[in-house]
């Protein structure tokens, strides 16, 4: 079928490099799969998946998944060792918990300080105040749990076993983020190594969410941000869990080509400011395309030209070939931000009519998106369709 | 891949490998028999004992013919020992696994522990050392059964088809000292093997069906040494016990092979503590070509670097059931090109002629090992986009990069990679 790439037959996805990785409870492994649809590798799980997998992630050492459970929801947390993906940590999420989708807010800075051996204070490049007393972080040989922290001081439960170098990469992950739909939504900040909530956010905008991921993203906004990305309908909002407010809010292209109908997505993954959503249907181009499998549909971070809105003032001008009728295209990107210094080219149906400047550029200075131009009456009375097309050229 | 063997799916689910001819327990026509790779039937040795339910999985030791049935009717399993004797397949000896107040028996793979070696100097009838070229000095040589029993080692055949068992009584170094003197002659270089524990993959871990577990027993007495639960360990229907020489850090290992899904992985059982880790884990085609559904394999052996599995479908075949049979399906323990993973940063970009795109692909082997150094071809279906530079050699971590220019339309560009094994 069209448009087909990877071809999974359960639906959940966590993109990793080049490879997409998918939980099969039919034959308890993790999948590894290429972009076309090729089984790369797969490791069997050492604990047997008792319900499917409706939801995945991964945050740069352990693979996360949720299932559906009476009464609420499992999240496991798992990890490739050797040939197998292990079974780390089971959090149940119940009663009162119908939740679709979930992520693990995760970080990776760099070490700060030199440690040698039995060391217990260490620093890091960044990200010292998402730290907490609980939280392990992991370097490639080993795993350091945080007993205090104060500034960028982090006092160690026990001195490092080996020593390690400055700009050393570390992980780790300190809260998860699961969106329930149980009572017109809420948002669960839970600590994932204890599974107690920290908060509860209420709203309907937590409701029906059934794709989200943490990531940093570098492109799209001034600075790199990491944000919790949800989807709700058809709009992608990013949120700052640290203030709890949005980023910004960029829309996609998961609506059929009725414009009614919004198509589920059941993955999100984010590589490389590339947004992959794992759905079953997608309008390409003005047509509906449906599969028997689950594929990646891409969107990007970047800003991109999506949307061009057009109208004249005044509309209606005599036909002497001397009156003139404001031109406006107003361009946007996915964000719902005006776009900047973008071609807007116009056409008119009128062999004596014109207009007047043509290409006209989007507005440079105050990011309006608008593109003015002039359209100077023909001789004949009729219709004339001005048709605007604005180019991305970058 | 066309059907070869074709054993029958109801009397014949089971096979084992030896130097070219394919073995299965038949338990209508109640023999052994060989066949060729097409399907004859080279030769048949009948049981002196007749079986009553089909063989699930067939071993073979070097010596020793074994076979995996399940007698029905509860939680039971047994394994039997055969040797072909003058004309007939002869039992050895039987193991009946059956349900306990501590362990069911579910199971549709076992392998025997085997060894398989060469004496290093010859040996005058009635010579008691034993030296070996391979396992000389290899704590396996120590092994006692459950009930104290010495090692058994299998001399022969010598240059007059002569072969004997005999008993490990001291380990020196070099090799061995038996319990008594050989009744042959042997010359350097004549076989000698010998086994040391059944490996049973059982869908119980003890009573527990939730997970699997992997059962280590005495191969002499049949009593449970112990057992590793894992998930991994369920639902396995295919394994055997083989040399392997595919873990460069490794060098050659004797490993328990077993395939989940669709790798097979392998096992190093001779380490302590209460998992098993793994040398590492193989990726097959097992898949049929709506390139989700895996394909089951029956049975499993190894010959030379041959890897085979019995199964009902092709790779990438059309159905679970596409062939009448059981036929074997080949992979390889040799290093080969096995998949090559592709993707674009950015992955959308203007249609403007200018706007460029990293592409990434990322070979790597059935190991999941980067393979360095192999030329990738990348090209587009877009007539007016380019690939700036094809081909690209992969780098030491299997990486081969190039750059794509936008075309001038809007679409869904399409960029393929092809690499081949040189």
Known sequence: MAYENIKLNKPNMTVVDTYFYMFDDTYDALVQKTDGSNTAFAYPLGTPLSNPVVYSAYDGIYFWSMEDVTGGNSIKRWKIEGSTCNLKQTLNFTPNFSSDAFAIEHYHPTLATTVTGGQTIISMSDYNSKVYSGVVLSLPTEDLAVASVSGSEITLVSGSLYSHSIGEQMNFYNYLWIFNSYSAGTLHKVNPYTGSTVTTYSGTE??????????????????????????????????????????????????RIDNITVIRVYGLSVVDNNIYRLQSEANYYGSNVSWSTYNYVLSTTRRFINTISFSAYPAILPANGTNTSRLLALVNDQYGDGVVNKPVAYTDTDSIGFVTINPAYTDYFFGTGEAISYYKAGTDIHTVTVEATVTQFD | MAENIKLNITNQPNFAVYQGYFYTFDYVQDSLLQKTDDGNTAFSYPFDTLLTVAVDNAEYDGVYFWSLEDPGGGNNMTIRRWKIDNYICKLQQSFAFTSSVSHDYDSRAFAVEHYHDTLASGISAGGSDVYLTTYSGSSKLSFTTTSGAPLTIHLGPNSSGQEEDVYVSTVITGGVTTTSGTTYSYAPGDPAHFYTYIWMFNNFDGKDSATGALYKLDAYTGALVTKYPSGAYKDIGASTFYRVNSFTSYGNVDTLCFIKGTNTLFINVTASGSTLP??????????????????????????????????????????????????????????????????????????????????????????????????????????????????????????????????NTAREVKITAVVEQT
């Open chain 1, 206 to 255: 937590y409701d029906d969410i059934y794709a989200c991921v943490f990531t940093e993203v570098t492109e799209g906004f001034p600075s790199a941000v990491n944000a919790l990305m949800y989807l709700k309908s058809t709009n992608l909002k990013y949120l700052d869990v640290g203030a709890m407010s949005l980023y910004g809010t960029m829309t996609i292209d998961n609506m």
């Open chain 2, 278 to 407: 793994y040398y590492g884990s193989m990726v097959m085609k097992n898949i049929l070509s709506d390139t989700t559904t895996v394909i089951p394999v029956k049975d499993l052996a190894m010959d030379s670097q041959n890897v085979y599995r019995l199964q009902r479908a092709p790779d990438a075949g059309s159905s679970l059931t596409q062939w009448g049979y059981y036929s074997y399906v080949l992979s390889t323990l040799d290093h080969f090109v096995t998949s090559i993973s592709l993707a674009a940063y950015p992955a959308t970009i203007a249609a403007n002629t200018i706007s460029t795109a990293g592409i990434t692909a990322m070979v790597k082997d059935q190991f999941l090992l980067p393979i360095p150094s192999r030329l990738v071809n990348f090209s587009d279906d877009d007539t007016t986009g380019t690939i700036v530079t094809t081909p690209v050699s992969t780098d030491s971590n299997g990486k081969a990069m190039t750059t794509y220019r936008s075309g």
